[in-house]
């Protein structure tokens, strides 16, 4: 049997062919010979950043989550400490659930927080032209987990059922404070910082909290390491200048820029999400 840190390095070592695993499936029931094509490119090239919304994303889906679990160990925890929470989270994360804890489980929900992305949703229009997107690809992450995957996880790795569900709704989860961006949208403020320390942003956290309250702590910390890992290109105090200027000195997409100043509202927005369900220092 083996440990949990070695069942992560597992992972990480054959994420490439658990995301082709996938997308065969999708290519073996598509019936439409165009988009089966478009997954069979997909399959070829699961680590392309051009699979993986080029506008906002700077690495393939593979990379970026190989850079999330970087970003989590490192740039996540350093914010934490910063806003005096890390002491708190981490007690949390150190609960086991049936032996093993919550802080290394979430590595493989870590790992596998975008596997669903895998299960691209295209559609053709009428000048044949075919599009994707990755709506509910958080749902599809979880499903994966619990079903395709189950095998894997369970029978070969040998991780209890609740184990599994736990890895499985920190995929699901780790990107409800993305939803609560449209609100923002909709605001006077738009999604901003100072939207982020609105009333509007405190209400809009304690209304969909009931849907994830047991896993509060992971929105925060998953959504957090997945807006870092985006892009590296810096972002503070930078103008759209020096930032396109970086773009075009790496050969990236410059609609990236849109990723690199979104990034710091969304820290913010973590930060301030800490603010409304953290009660004095501890964690309730």
Known sequence: MLFIDEIIEEVNINLEDIAKSVVSKEVDKETDSLIQQYKQKFFTEIDSPEQHQPNWHQWGIVTHTRNFMKMYDNEVKQYLKAWNRLEAIEEHLSRK???????????????LHDIGKFKKNYSKKLNWRVIYTFNKHE?????????????????????????IEYI??????????????EVGKKSKYDYSATFAKSQEFRDAVLDALPSFEEYKIEVGVLF??????????????R????ILDDLK???????????????????????CYFDVIVKGKMIK
Not at 139 to 163: A, C, F, G, M
């Open 97 to 111: 659930i049936d032996g093993i804890s919550k802080s290394k489980l979430i590595y493989l929900g870590i790992l």
């Open 139 to 163: 749902v599809y992450s979880q499903e994966i987990i619990q079903n395709d995957l189950y095998p894997l996880l369970h029978d070969y790795y040998k991780l209890t059922d609740k184990q």
């Open 168 to 181: 499985a709704m920190c995929a699901r989860y780790h990107f409800e404070l993305g939803f609560i961006r």
């Open 224 to 237: 957090l390491a997945d807006s870092y890992a985006k892009t590296d290109i810096a972002f503070e105090n």
């Open 239 to 242: 103008s759209d200048k020096e």
């Open 249 to 271: 000195y790496q050969d990236l997409n410059p609609k990236l820029i849109y990723a690199v100043k979104q990034k710091s509202v969304n820290i913010e927005v973590v930060k």
